[in-house]
C-alpha cells in the first residue's frame, strides 16, 4: 500500500495518529468543524485542527519530527476547550483524548528516540 514508505518516522505517525483516532469513538475530531453548522467558530480558533488534517500533513511529509505532530494534536484538544463551555460533551471528550492520547504518545515518544 502507499502507507508503506521508506521512511520509518512516517510509518510511526501513521501508526500512532490511527491509535489516537480511535479514541475519538465519537469521531468528534475526525474532520475539520463544520462551519455552516458553528458559524462564529472561526472567530474564536484561528488555527483549527482536526485527524484528517494531520492524516495530510503527514502524507505530504509536513512532519519532520515528533513534536511537531504531537504540537497538532494538542492544537485539537486545545481548541476544543477553548470553544466549547466546560459543560458540553466537547469539552469533556477533549479532556479524554487529552488522557488517553497522552498515554498514547508517551509510549510512542521512546519507540521514535529508539528509531533514532
Ligand atoms: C452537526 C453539528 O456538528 C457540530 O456542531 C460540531 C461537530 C463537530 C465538532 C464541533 C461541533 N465542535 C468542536 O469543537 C469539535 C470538537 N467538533
Keep these: 500500500a502507499t502507507e508503506m514508505t521508506l521512511n520509518p518516522l512516517r510509518m510511526m ?3 500512532i495518529l490511527d491509535q489516537l483516532k480511535a479514541k475519538d469513538i465519537a469521531s468528534i475530531f475526525a474532520e475539520p468543524v463544520d462551519v455552516k453548522e458553528v458559524p462564529d467558530y472561526l472567530d474564536v480558533i484561528k488555527h483549527p485542527m482536526d485527524f484528517s488534517t494531520m492524516k495530510k500533513k503527514l502524507n505530504d511529509h509536513q512532519y519532520s519530527n515528533f513534536s511537531d505532530f504531537e504540537a ?3 492544537l485539537i484538544i ?3 476547550l477553548m470553544y466549547n463551555a466546560k459543560d458540553t460533551i466537547f469539552y469533556k471528550a477533549a479532556q479524554k483524548l487529552r488522557e488517553q492520547g497522552g498515554a498514547i504518545l508517551r509510549h510512542a515518544q521512546r519507540r521514535v528516540e529508539l528509531v533514532g
Design 13 to 15: 505517525l501513521n501508526e
Design 72 to 74: 497538532d494534536f494538542h
Design 78 to 80: 486545545n481548541n476544543c
